[in-house]
């Protein structure tokens, strides 16, 4: 059974850092690209980032860019979301997700129950 | 950027078909991936490459893709349907996902 988990989620002070982790297992996790998504309280699902699965490609959403790093270890079948400089509006669940693409994204076919950042002072 | 429109939200009665759509530039030309999202949970694929159904989505779950509009089309409508349906697709120019803004559907 394909499994994701998401941790490291809280409370952050505005310009404050934190690391989210996603931990798969149920497949082999190096043979696929991974995505964060996130979503504020209320709204709709946002992209943030995709890795492929050597991590030769690495995407980011404009919003967040130069602020977070996507990264994964597939000894230990980790995804990760290194968050810097954060702001109010990154308040949101963020959900890992598995993604059969390669080069190009494909579709989000398994999704983890998310990790709530909240960035308040 | 490339720019998704959907309906905000789209009500039926049960046993109909509801129809969602999804408009963008030309986005016939792209592949459209559509996500279910009930309350508290996370989202779940329901149709991707336009019009292809994952393994355990009932086949009442169809899309098509033509032009500049998307559509996943829910047949017989169900009470369990009622849900936050999103579309998606690669836009490859600027290498970014876009998601539309979400429909809220609303069975009768």
């Known amino acids: 059974e394909v499994q994701l988990v998401e941790s490291g989620g809280g409370l952050v002070k505005p310009g404050g850092s934190l690391r989210l982790s996603c931990a798969a297992s149920?497949?082999?996790?190096?043979?696929?690209?991974m995505n964060w998504v996130r979503q504020a309280p209320g709204k709709g699902l946002e992209w943030v980032s995709s890795?492929?699965?050597?991590?030769?490609?690495?995407y980011y959403a404009d919003s967040v860019k130069g602020r977070f790093t996507i990264s994964r270890d597939n000894a230990k079948n980790s995804l990760y979301l290194q968050m810097n400089s954060l702001r109010a509006e990154d308040t949101a669940v963020y959900y890992c997700?598995?993604?059969?693409?390669?080069?190009?994204?494909?579709?989000?076919?398994?999704w983890g129950q998310g990790t709530l950042v909240t960035v308040s002072s | 950027s490339y720019v998704l429109t959907q309906p905000p939200s789209v009500s039926v009665a049960p046993g109909k078909t509801a129809r969602i759509t999804c408009g963008g530039n030309n986005i016939g030309s792209k592949s459209v991936h559509w996500y279910q999202q009930k309350p508290g949970q996370a989202p779940v694929l329901v149709i991707y490459y336009d019009s292809d159904r994952p393994s355990g989505i009932p086949e009442r779950f169809s899309g098509s893709n033509s032009g500049n509009t998307a559509t996943l089309t829910i047949s017989r409508v169900e009470a369990g349907d009622e849900a936050d349906y999103y579309c998606q697709v690669w836009d490859s120019s600027s290498d970014l996902w876009v998601f539309g803004g979400g429909t809220k559907l609303t069975v009768l």
């Open positions: 890795i492929s699965s050597s991590s030769s490609y690495i």
């Open positions: 149920g497949f082999t996790f190096s043979s696929y690209s």
């Open positions: 997700a598995r993604d059969p693409g390669g080069q190009i994204p494909a579709a989000s076919d398994y």
